[in-house]
């Protein structure tokens, strides 16, 4: 059901945890299965330093995650905002159609993160 990128994602995720108290989160929920995502975020200058995240769910969730968190770190604010779900999906070899919901998760939390990122600091 999983190619062998997910699979590894899943056993091994990258950046798995929490920040610090200066780290900003962002957190979203599916309602459709109840998987929730948390990512959290260090800044500097505009560019993400660290990230990390917590996903309670599938291994599509979890695996959708990590592969986030290496595919955002370094990058500008403005750059990760442009990563999308499908753009997560590609750089996991795909993932089963009835799975895609839940790389929407780790999108959706990187970009509530980044939003109070910058509302905190505006």
Same mark, same amino acid.
């Not at 990230?51 to 979890?62: E, Q, S, V």
């Given at each position: @059901?999983?190619?062998?990128?997910?699979?590894?994602?899943?056993?091994?995720?990258?950046? &798995?945890?929490?920040?610090?108290?200066?780290?900003?989160?962002?957190?979203?929920?599916?309602? %459709?299965?109840?998987?929730?995502?948390? &990512?959290?975020? %260090?800044?500097? %200058?505009?560019? &993400?330093? %660290?990230?990390?995240?917590?996903?309670?769910?599938?291994?599509?969730?979890?695996?959708?995650?990590? @592969?986030?968190?290496? @595919?955002?770190?370094?990058?500008?604010?403005?750059?990760?905002?442009?990563?999308?779900?499908?753009?997560?999906?590609?750089?996991?070899?795909?993932?089963? +159609? @009835?799975?895609?919901?839940?790389?929407?998760?780790?999108?959706?939390?990187?970009?509530?993160?980044?939003?109070?990122? +910058?509302?905190?600091?505006?």
């Amino acid at each position: @059901m999983y190619n062998k990128t997910v699979i590894d994602h899943f056993n091994n995720p990258r950046n &798995i945890g929490e920040l610090g108290n200066s780290a900003v989160v962002g957190e979203v929920s599916s309602p %459709d299965c109840g998987d929730t995502t948390f &990512i959290y975020l %260090d800044v500097e %200058d505009n560019i &993400i330093q %660290d990230i990390r995240f917590k996903t309670f769910g599938c291994a599509a969730a979890i695996a959708s995650s990590s @592969m986030l968190t290496t @595919m955002a770190k370094g990058k500008t604010l403005e750059e990760a905002k442009q990563i999308t779900n499908d753009d997560i999906v590609e750089a996991l070899g795909g993932l089963p +159609e @009835m799975k895609i919901h839940c790389s929407v998760l780790a999108a959706d939390a990187l970009r509530k993160a980044i939003d109070e990122y +910058e509302q905190s600091h505006s």
